[in-house]
């Protein structure tokens, strides 16, 4: 069983004057983030702002200005900074002959999955889809699984390598509500017992303003960041999100979920 390490608060990751442009077009300019483990960071913003470009340059997918830097804050050593990654969506064709226990071992080991299954392997793999309560999928094939199946297995796949931090680009899109509540307990449950720092790109502002820690308002910048109190009572928030439209943001209780409504 894997041994409990719960956040520290020592270690963080710190953007520092990160910038994106793809030829005239600049996408991101200037943004500086400063995170902790332990800590569940919500992305929000209109479409376009740069959300995912944000996530694609911490993966190292685009070319970018600034650096992105690990610090263990505690005596400032610099390490290797470890990432697990959820996208949005993931391309599957039916009928590919690859079951759950195959995709999860072929990041893991470096001997084909055709061979013999490792004990240890088999162990850690089981502990990983535990935790997302997708035990039962691992020998399911993983083109024939729901949208809800697959981003548990996705995400049992990116904590296996024990990451210092995690990057969910809106991960919940297309799932049901009873998958949302997993997602969300599940959140909780990895803020609480892995020493990881998570960053969810989310256009869910309920959920950001029940569960986030800390916010971060993007629009090519960072217009406004801090607690959820703090981002949403700004006039940042309110120039994004309801001036120039006749509709509101009404927060529903938890049971019923916030919605934009007339």
């Not at 200037?30 to 332990?38: E, M, P, R, S």
């Not at 700004?234 to 209780?253: C, D, T």
């Amino acid at each position: 069983m894997r041994k409990i390490i719960a956040p520290c608060g020592f270690h963080c990751i710190k953007v520092n004057h990160l910038s994106v442009s793809f030829g005239e077009q600049i996408v991101l300019r200037d943004v500086n983030l400063h995170i902790h483990c332990g800590s569940l960071n919500a992305v929000i913003g209109r479409n376009g702002a740069g959300k995912s470009t944000l996530v694609r340059a911490m993966l190292g997918d685009v070319s970018h200005g600034g650096d992105i830097e690990f610090r263990d804050t505690k005596n400032g050593r610099m390490q290797r900074l470890k990432i697990g990654y959820v996208p949005q969506s993931v391309n599957i064709e039916k009928n590919t002959p690859v079951s759950v226990y195959d995709l999860l071992a072929s990041f893991e080991s470096r001997y084909p999955v055709f061979l013999p299954k490792s004990r240890g392997l088999q162990r850690r793999i089981r502990e990983a889809l535990r935790i997302f309560e997708a035990e039962e999928l691992l020998d399911r094939q993983v083109c024939n699984l729901s949208g809800g199946q697959l981003q548990r297995v996705l995400l049992s796949l990116a904590i296996m390598d024990e990451p210092n931090l995690l990057l969910l680009d809106e991960p919940v899109s297309g799932i049901d509500q009873n998958g949302m509540e997993l997602f969300y307990d599940t959140m909780n449950y990895l803020k609480k017992h892995y020493d990881l720092a998570i960053i969810l790109i989310s256009h869910d502002l309920d959920y950001v303003r029940r569960f986030a820690d800390h916010v971060v308002l993007l629009d090519q910048t960072v217009l406004k960041q801090g607690s959820v109190r703090e981002v949403f009572s700004s006039r940042e928030f309110e120039r994004v999100f309801m001036e120039g439209s006749q509709e509101r943001w009404h927060a529903k209780p938890a049971a019923e979920g916030g919605e934009w409504i007339d």
